[in-house]
């Protein structure tokens, strides 16, 4: 399958990823947002990692896992992210009960 | 230590000493303590004055360097003395008459509180520290701390009662025209550096040759500059007369010892350069000659007994200045000399008149005198005879020397010369006659209290009244005396002796008879008019302008005082709060607005804030992408 695919796929959940966490309220929403984002830019390590591995396989086994090496610690930081934000979001519900991001500005005033 | 040459350290340092000692002490030292104090220091560098003076080897001049003042890559101004018969002169006449005029002020400021005599006694020595410094010095600069110095301690001085607001004006008057003078003189030293990279007085002919003759004459014009304001000359000269606000002993020091003679040591000192320079010295003939003549004709009319002496001082500087314009240095170190001793006599002798008068100062309100202070009357006369230069006593010997280089250099300027002396003789014995003879015109209050001064003030008049009589016989012309003219032969290794006098003995002769009789027909003439007080009220419209100074005052005031308070209040009311203050505030302003703007940005919504860092990378991605290929 050709590179571009990848690319656009990656680019779509990127874009989506992106105009959700600049548009939505929802603190909830916003941190899927996010994980969109981190798992558009997997893809594209993992797509890219592949191509290069497929190319120079001739020429060393090893070339092109490196970049599926980052994945799995971008999975692993992710995933400790999430239970820190969860625990942030669960924190904030039980003060404002709510978990719209519009009413954590008060450090204004 | 205590021999030569390494003694003359202490001559400044003791003065220096004793301003410490009483200035910082004049809260806890009783006033005999403070009187000795001054008065023993100067007693002490008198006498390592006279060690240096005694033991200076003829030739070449001592040099004593203590450091290196200033050193920038290849200019080197060391911080040195120079001992030589030009200075060693000086010293023994500053610390001589300051000592005489030290043991003078005990008793004159004696009504003054503890502390301010203090204060007193600190300036005054202090300013002897300066004028000693500034002869001492062995390059420009060194010379310059002291010319400075001198200014500050005469503004210090003249406005020693600070509380009168007429004083402290004075004071101001003499500091700022002082500045004036001082800033060519500096100007000067720059343009020398520039063009030779050195200052010292001794490489002072080894520059002549490196130097063009239009640099010489910039820099010995700008020098004279510089004199005219110490030494007040036209146009520089009006500070003089108002300083007598001053202490009388204080003018007495100005106008003799210290300060006023600063710039003819410094011309003589540069004597090199200025007979290299014939334009300068035509300059200095004629402003001297004519300050002589304006300052004399002013003094005519005086009734301050003060007022009538500084005009005298003034003229009589610009004797000095007409014996420098003719090439005679020697005469001009001469007459400072001689004016030193009968000018300190004459001041300290109206102090006296002052103190038995109970601070009256119009000789108008004065006369008969001669029975109630004879000591004072005495010496008084001595040194009105010295000032009018009658044979054998110092006034005369000096003034003859002028005199006839004046002549040498121009039948005029020797015309004027001798108007000018005669008219010194007239205004001399005009106060004299006033204040001394006829019958007293004081109220009766005065006339009860009425003294002679004590010994502190009468014995530095006694003193002063001996060398008035003898000082000029160090230059008693060949004419008289073979082997004569020793002072001029002492200075020669600094001031070089001029060949060759074309001028006959029976000339000469001549001149010395024409002159001195002039003068007593003169004080003759004097006499038969105020012998007894007449009112002197005239309205003739010369009388009234020599009465009112020729104007100068007036003159000044509009031409520059007057524009200048006028700039001052258009900056103040127009420049300061519109442009300067606009200025600033603008900017104030201005940021103050953009920061209101920025501010707008810190919104407090998480959202915005990734919106813009999304905006900002996209932004730089593009530019990174498209225009940074």
């Known amino acids: 399958m050709p590179i571009n695919y990848y690319l656009f796929l990656s680019l779509a959940l990127f874009t989506i990823g992106m105009v959700g966490v600049l548009t939505r309220r929802n603190a909830i929403i916003i941190f899927m947002c996010i994980e969109l984002m981190l798992n558009a830019v997997n893809l594209l390590l993992v797509a890219f990692s592949k191509m290069h591995h497929l190319k120079n396989l001739a020429l060393n086994a090893s070339v092109g896992t490196d970049g599926q090496l980052f994945v799995f610690f971008i999975m692993v930081v992710a995933a400790a992210e999430v239970s820190v934000g969860l625990a942030i979001i669960v924190m904030m519900y039980r003060n404002i009960h709510s978990v719209d991001i519009q009413f954590l500005n008060r450090l204004k005033h | ?97 300051g000592f005489l005029i030290h043991v003078y002020s005990s008793a004159y400021m004696h009504e003054e509180s503890a502390e301010h005599y203090g204060r007193y006694f600190a300036y005054l020595n202090l300013f002897i520290f300066s004028m000693l410094l500034l002869v001492m010095g062995a390059n420009y600069v060194i010379m310059f701390i002291g010319w400075e110095g001198v200014g500050l301690c005469s503004y210090l001085l003249i406005g020693y009662w600070f509380r009168k607001p007429a004083y402290t004006q004075a ?311 073979h082997g004569g003219e020793r002072l001029i032969e002492f200075l020669s290794p600094v001031i070089p002796v001029v060949e060759g006098h074309a001028i006959s003995h029976s000339t000469e002769y001549l001149l010395m008879g024409l002159s001195t009789g002039l003068v007593l027909s003169v004080i003759f003439f004097a006499w038969t008019r105020y012998r007894q007080y007449r009112s002197e009220e005239s309205s003739a419209p010369f009388a009234r302008l020599l009465e009112n100074k020729w104007y100068v005052d007036e003159l000044y005031q509009t031409a520059i005082v007057q524009p200048l308070h006028r700039f001052g209040g258009w900056l103040r009311s127009f420049f300061e709060p519109k442009i300067v203050d606009g200025l600033i505030q603008g900017v104030g302003r201005s940021i103050r607005y953009i920061s209101q703007q920025i501010r707008l940005l810190q919104s407090g919504q998480t959202g915005n804030y990734a919106l813009w860092m999304v905006i900002s990378i996209v932004v730089i991605l593009s530019i990174q992408f498209f225009v940074r290929k």
Request: net charge positive; with cysteine; hydrophobic share 55%.
């Open chain 2, 1 to 97: 230590m205590f021999s030569f040459p390494n003694i003359a350290y202490f001559i400044p340092l003791l003065p220096l000493l004793g301003f410490l000692v009483n200035g910082l002490g004049r809260k806890h030292l009783s006033k005999g303590a403070i009187a000795w104090i001054g008065s023993g220091v100067l007693a002490l560098a008198f006498a390592a004055s006279l060690v240096v003076f005694l033991n200076l080897p003829s030739g070449g001049p001592t040099l004593l360097n203590a450091f290196d003042f200033i050193r920038i890559g290849e200019l080197r101004i060391p911080f040195a003395f120079q001992l030589d018969a030009l200075s060693s002169l000086f010293l023994l006449i500053i610390t001589g008459i």
């Open chain 2, 171 to 481: 004071a101001n008057k003499a500091f700022v025209m002082n500045r004036v003078g001082d800033l060519a003189f500096l100007i000067a030293i720059f343009w020398l550096i520039a063009r030779t990279g050195s200052v010292n007085f001794v490489d002072l002919p080894a520059a002549l040759s490196s130097l063009s003759s239009s640099d010489i004459t910039w820099i010995t014009m700008l020098l004279f500059v510089g004199a005219t304001g110490k030494s007040a000359q036209i146009p520089l000269y009006t500070w003089l007369p108002d300083a007598m606000a001053g202490p009388t002993p204080v003018s007495a020091l100005i106008h003799a010892a210290t300060m006023v003679t600063a710039g003819i040591y410094m011309i003589a000192r540069s004597n090199l350069l200025y007979t290299a320079a014939p334009l300068t010295l035509n300059v200095i003939a004629v402003i001297g000659i004519a300050t002589a003549l304006l300052a004399a004709s002013i003094a005519i009319r005086q009734n301050d007994i003060k007022k009538v002496l500084a005009y005298s001082t003034v003229s009589q500087l610009g004797f000095m200045f007409l014996a420098i314009g003719a090439g005679a240095y020697g005469a001009a170190v001469f007459h400072v000399m001689t004016h030193a001793f009968f000018k300190a006599l004459l001041f300290l002798g109206s102090g006296s008149v002052i103190h038995a008068m109970s601070g009256e100062q119009d000789i108008r309100r004065m006369g008969g005198l001669k029975k109630v202070l004879p000591i004072t009357y005495f010496t008084f006369l001595i040194g009105c005879i010295a000032i009018a230069g009658i044979p054998p006593f110092s006034g005369f010997f000096s003034k003859d020397a002028i005199l006839l280089s004046a002549f040498l250099k121009s039948p005029i300027l020797y015309g004027v010369a001798l108007f000018t002396a005669l008219l010194t003789a007239f205004y001399m014995f005009r106060m004299f006659f006033l204040t001394f003879g006829g019958t007293f015109r004081g109220t009766d209050e005065q006339k009860h209290h009425l003294h002679e001064s004590p010994l502190a003030m009468t014995l530095p008049l006694m003193v002063l009244a001996v060398l008035s009589v003898i000082g000029g016989w160090v230059g008693i012309p060949e004419l008289f005396l």
